[in-house]
Every structure is written in C-alpha cells, then in structure tokens.
C-alpha cells in the first residue's frame, strides 16, 4: 500500500500509538506499507522530534518493522538542541526509541581557534530524564588531539546541548621545546572555550604532595643553581619557594606565554595575588606578585614585592622589586640617615615608575590606601605620609638583585633607591650594594649605602648580630654611647637572641673588595 498526499509539498502525518512511544511522529512526503512481512517505509523525512533533538534519516528514509520497532538509523544527522542549534552531529547510528529517547552515536566538529576541524567520536548520546540531549567522547593520547595550538589534551569530552562550550574532563599538555624546565600532563576539569582557553588547575592536596602541580622559580637549599616549574610535579620540600602562582591557567598569544594566574587577577591584573608566565618563544619565566628569597634571616624580617625573571637557557635569576627589612636598630641613628638622604640634594629621585613598584602597591595597599598614595602623588609629586604597610626599618623602592650561584647569593645590580627609613619619606636613588647570602647556618645581610662626598653607611647582619658603620662620627659615637642592654633583644618565641654593635672600617673594606673587578 502506498500512501502520498497530493499537492505542491503535502506531507503525510504519522504517528505512533504503541504505548510505550510517547505518540512518537514525523512528517514524510511518502509511505509505502506492507502487509507480508509487516513493515512501513517513509520517504522524503526531512527530520524527526525526539526529547529536545532534531534527527535527519539518511536520504530522508526510514523503515518501521512489527510492533512500531524502527531501525536504527545509519548516517543520520542529530541537530542538538532544537532551541539553541548549537551541535550538529554527523555519520550518527541511532536507535530511536519514543518520542521522548533516542541513543545513537556519532562525530562532531570541534573548531579550535585557528577555526581547524578536529573530529570527535561521541560514543554515546541521548537524552537524560529531562528530555537534554548528553554526549560522551573519549579521546586517547595516541589520537594526538589539541584543543588549540597550545594544549594537547586525551581524555573524555562531555556535552549538554543547551550550552555551546563542551566540557573537557582529562589530561592536558602544554606545548614548548624550552631547555631546563619540564612539564608534565595534568588531569582538569574545565568548560572550554575554543576562543578563550582558560582551564582551571586541580588543588594542591597537602595528603599527596607527589601528585600536585608546581607552577615557581624556586631554590635547591644546597644547590648553586635555581629551576623553574612550570605545571611540574618537581619540587622538593625543602627547596626555597622564590615565587609560585596558581589559579588557572591559558595561553597569551602577544606575549607568547602560557599564564597561571588568580581568576580575580586575569579578570583585574591590579588585583593582589601572584602571576607566572612561560615565555615559550624566548624561554624564560617570569613571576609577579610576593617575593621570598631568604626564609632563614633570623631576627631581620624582609617584605618583598615585584618581578622575578628566569632566563631558562643561561639559568641566570633576577629580582626587580620593592625591598623592606625590618630589624632592631637605633631610631636616632636611622633618622639622621634619613635627614641627610633627603639633604642630598645632588642625589636622584627613586624611579617609582617601575612596573615592580607599581606591582608592590598593588600587593600591600587597599584599594582605599592606594587611592589616596595616588592622588597625592598626582598632586604633591609625593605622599604627604608614607602608608603604614609601606613603613619598614629600610623600605628600598628600587632595587634588582641577581642570584650569585658561585657565592650562593643574591646581589644588587644598578641604582639602589631608598624610598623611606622607619616613617620618613626618603625617596632618593643611591650607589650602593645589598647582598643577601644564603648559608646553612642562617642567611647574611650585608647593605653598603653611599650618600655622596665619600660619605656611606654599612649594615651587616651574620649570625643574629648586626654590626654598623659609618664615615659620620657624631653618629658612630651616638652608637657606642647606648648602653649593651639597649641593643639586645632575648630569645623568645623561638626567635634567637640578637643584638647590634659597631664595625670596624676594615670590615667594610673586606667587604667592598670582593665587588671590585
């Protein structure tokens, strides 16, 4: 029996009414059915309903046998969902079951950035009990599957069809040839955007320390050299954390750079936090945000903030940043310091113009506080006071200190700008040396200050003692008139004993002529 309306594009209605089908129907332009064997072909379908999906039947036909059982459909196309439109599957198998179920299997285009087609096999999608269509895919590492040209990545690919981003729930790999560094796959969980790659990194679990991500530049306790992890599992406990970042991680194509960063810093690079980049072109890192180079100074406590760079083929580590040391000292002698730098005025002003200056307000000030440093910087070309989280017993502004791995230390480079002394705004730029060795027993500060006229102050920090000198008589005498009780502090709090005393010009000689070429 064949069955076809007449008319311009009529179409035949048909409807299931087994029971269990929900009222399963479609339109087709023909039918033909047979009696002997039971069987009701359909021609010219342009589609079928089923849950919240569209399903095109190859060349239009579909066949149903006894009992209202469809064959399953071989090549057809499922448009997923009828709404948004978002994923068409194609080469699709499909078993449709009511108006309501479907299972099939099939491919689908994912597009990457650079707009390439990456094929994916669904193995599996179907409607949940809610009518959304779901698809699952599993992509092995041997596919060689990339999400962009940035990031490999095996593992299963899952699909609502309400949203037009899949999620990728696996392993990825981020792609670079550079020397010193190693990487490794890591499993994430992530909605992707082809467009805007930005994949969240799992937490760290303090139970399975082998198994976290490492994103720094770190310090081997005993070793000359430094290392940068990048999404690494290498990292030893003990080694000295210069600066690490986490958050979530994507690609930044100006700068050629995979980035870990804070979610808040990448929507606001302002915002407090840490910042790591892996210079993939160039092969260098470099970190932004809080900086620890010495965790064994004993009773001086130094606050850093700024940029530290890794060059991965010559291994040489720099530190562009704003430097506070806190110690016990005597007040008097730091603010006659303090009064003669800023009556220097043959000296430079400190350069607060510096990305690492800036980088170091964003750290430590609110935004109320750094509303109002600004404003009066803008106004007055200085802050009427120096802010509180600002105020250090020596706050350098301006400073780059480079690791040393033949001494095992850190040295100043270049200009060294004084930005205030206790809460006295200084901001004069000076030559001078700053050292900060590393040593088992304990680290070593050694600070070296010129203020011009062969005038200089020397700090030197070893072992708990501090030792102080400098061309100003009247200053050394104020030094040496204040009683020994005065310039010690007791052990407490499992903080050593510690106390300051004068130094001799030949310790200051000794030290100067290990910087002269």
Sequence with gaps: IEVKKLGAGAQSHMVSVHPKQDSLQFM??????????????????PKIEVADANIMPDSGYVAIEKAAFMRTLEKAVILANRTEKFHNFYESTVAVKSRNMYQASGYLEYIDED??????????????????????????????????????????????APEKNLTFDGYTLIQHSCPNIQTTWFKFKSVINPKKIVIVLPEDNLATRGDNLYNGIYLAPD???GYSAFLSRESAKADQEIIASTGVLFYDKDLFSYIVASPEKVEDPTAPGNYLALNNKDCYTTGKGAIAFADKAGRIEMGSYGIV???????????????????????????????????ATELKGSNNSREA??????????????????????????????????????????IVLEFNPETNSFVSAGPIGIGSILDEGVNKQVYGIVEIMRKRRGDEVYIYLELGGGDYYYFQYKRNVMQFYCTDKDVMSKLLETDTDKRSLKAEEG???YVYNAASKGKVNLFLQRFEE
Excluded: C
């Design 495 to 497: 903080k050593p004993p």
């Design 115 to 160: 707009e390439t087609p990456w094929p994916l096999y669904f193995e599996s999608i179907k409607p949940d009990t809610s009518g959304t269509t779901l698809g699952l895919a599993n992509v092995k590492q041997e596919d060689q599957f990339f999400i962009s040209p940035f990031f490999g990545y095996y593992g299963k690919v899952l699909l609502r």
């Design 357 to 398: 200056y800036k980088i170091a307000l964003d750290n430590i000030l609110t935004p109320k506080e750094r509303a109002k440093y600004d404003e009066e910087v803008s106004s007055f070309g200085a802050a009427e006071k120096v802010p509180k989280p600002l105020r250090h017993t020596l706050t350098f502004n301006e």
């Design 309 to 343: 760079t890794h060059d991965l083929e010559s291994d040489a580590i720099k530190l562009d940043m704003l430097l506070g040391f806190d110690f016990f000292f005597n007040e008097d002698i730091l603010k006659v310091l303090a009064e003669q730098l800023k009556a």
């Design 223 to 225: 070793s000359t050299s």
């Design 28 to 45: 087709a332009g023909s039918a033909k059915f047979s009696l002997v064997p039971s069987l009701l072909e359909g021609y010219d379908i």
